[in-house]
């Protein structure tokens, strides 16, 4: 059963957020590469302030305040806000990024078209293809997959939203230090451990799956779950579904 995937703000889910979701420096090189030459970033859903290049001049938007508390101090200074009504004028900013949040938006067509507006090059977008089928944490519990047909943009509605764009495939390291949804694909155990599922909105999303996870424990206290998914051991990187929006 799905719950209201926006009903939880991040107030609630970013509790303990910063410790848990530290940016990986593989992505972070991914991001910035994006973000090519560009000296003023707009980050938006820019939360504790993850894969913000600290070599440009940053303005952030976040609507958490939990979120802003949890920037650490070096950061750039966040206004509280939304992507649907950006409070800035048009063309104001070199480069613009979402990371990881536009499934959070309400308004998800309207929030890149804001970006499109107060942005005079390039927009940069970490997402999630919503159509990808590979990932074994769904064998185990489905709703995660019917969650992202619901809350996640189709990948063609970034070219019909914000005009030509390249997609790109970003391969999710085996030890990757940001826990977001399945970046512990290679380490299942995590999945138990409620602390660390409680950074990750999709959980805070869906019913109670309790019987779920006590089925994937057993598996791997049986040895099923290596037997079963023991090609992943060799991989160091895997396409998990995450993919880099770029406009041309």
């Known amino acids: 059963m799905l719950l209201d995937a926006m009903s939880t703000p991040y107030d609630t889910i970013g509790v303990n957020y910063s410790d848990l979701r530290k940016p990986d420096s593989r992505i972070e090189t991914v991001i910035q590469r994006a973000l090519g ?41 966040a206004i509280q806000g939304h992507a649907e009504d950006l409070p800035f004028d048009d063309n104001s900013f070199d480069a613009s990024m979402a990371i990881l949040t536009i499934h959070h938006w309400a308004g998800k067509e309207k929030g890149l078209q804001e970006m499109r507006r107060v942005t005079r090059g390039r927009i940069v977008v970490l997402t999630f293809d919503p159509s990808y089928r590979g990932i074994w944490l769904a064998d185990y519990i489905p709703e995660l997959v019917e969650l992202d047909d619901v809350i996640m943009p189709r990948m063609a509605d970034y070219g019909a939203w914000l005009g030509d764009v390249d997609i790109s495939v970003v391969p999710i390291p085996h030890d990757c230090s940001d826990g977001f949804l399945y970046a512990y694909w290679r380490r299942p155990q995590a999945y138990l451990d409620p602390r660390i599922t409680a950074a990750m909105s999709s959980f805070w999303a869906i019913d109670n799956v309790s019987e779920r996870l006590s089925k994937l424990a057993n598996d791997l206290d049986t040895g099923a779950w290596t037997k079963r998914y023991a090609e992943l051991l060799d991989l160091d990187e895997c396409d998990l579904g995450y993919r880099l929006v770029t406009t041309k």
């Open 37 to 77: 030459s560009a000296e003023t970033v707009l980050n938006v859903g820019a939360g504790a302030g993850s894969y913000e290049p600290t070599d440009r001049r940053v303005t952030a938007i976040e609507p958490s305040a939990e979120m802003i508390r949890q920037r650490p101090t070096s950061a750039a200074a």
